[in-house]
């Protein structure tokens, strides 16, 4: 019974650079949600996709971020040209297929982003 | 604007004593919440989740409380204990969008 599995979980990078991070959803899961956590903070919602769409990407910055689930593998969230302010813990959960309506989301351990 | 907060920054509690942890949200139209608990260096791990048409919902040694008349949220923790240590924070679902918006969250310190 596998839970939400993210990697890496720490990538470092320099400003200009490439980020790629990957989620695995649990088993029978279809719907996935990334959100981003600066410390101290809470949880701020970036995208939610099920495979092969894009349900709402209302959190995610229009530039340099996107994301994809497709129907073979993991879902990533790309951001390319890092800046300083991209570093933040990355989080993705996932929830089962009978829908989003009233189902609990189950979080990964994230991916810690550092920008030198 | 849509926003769910808590009161506490920081909650210190006595090993046994029972914990009580609180959140206001704003949006009329949440009809689903969740708690959440944290602990450093991992993501946020379920506890318990509550429908609008709930007013109490009981797990093992939790309870969550909604009060939708002043849109309040609290979640009571029994016999808190020190593995209950961690950052708490509630969430709503607004409108069933699959969006989660969480609150600030509460550190529940839990002393000897």
């Known amino acids: 019974n596998a839970g939400v599995m993210q990697n890496p979980r720490h990538l470092v990078r320099r400003r200009g650079q490439e980020a790629r991070l990957r989620c695995s959803p649990m088993?029978?899961?279809?719907?996935v949600y990334w959100y981003r956590q600066l410390p101290e903070e809470g949880l701020k919602f970036m995208v939610y996709l099920q495979k092969e769409n894009i349900i709402d990407e209302s959190g995610m910055p229009k530039e340099r971020f996107s994301a994809e689930f497709p129907k073979e593998g993991p879902s990533i969230l790309r951001i390319q040209q890092v800046v300083r302010g991209d570093s933040a813990a990355y989080f993705c959960?996932?929830?089962?297929?009978?829908?989003?309506?009233?189902?609990?989301?189950?979080f990964g351990d994230g991916t810690r982003l550092s920008i030198l | 604007g849509e926003s769910v907060g808590l009161h506490l920054p920081t909650l210190s509690v006595q090993e046994g004593d029972n914990s009580i942890i609180n959140c206001a949200y704003s949006?009329?139209?949440?009809?689903?919440f969740i708690w959440y608990k944290q602990e450093s260096g991992k993501g946020p791990q379920f506890i318990i989740d509550i429908r609008s048409n709930m007013d109490k919902r009981q797990g093992q040694r939790v309870t969550v409380l909604l009060n939708k008349t002043v849109k309040h949220l609290s979640l009571q923790i029994a016999a808190t204990q020190p593995g209950d240590s961690a950052v708490y924070f509630c969430?709503?679902?607004?409108?069933?969008?699959?969006?989660?918006?969480f609150g600030q969250g509460t550190t529940l310190q839990v002393k000897p």
């Open positions: 969430a709503e679902n607004p409108g069933n969008t699959g969006k989660l918006i």
């Open positions: 949006n009329s139209a949440s009809d689903y």
């Open positions: 959960a996932s929830s089962p297929e009978t829908g989003v309506s009233n189902q609990p989301q189950h």
């Open positions: 088993k029978g899961h279809s719907h």
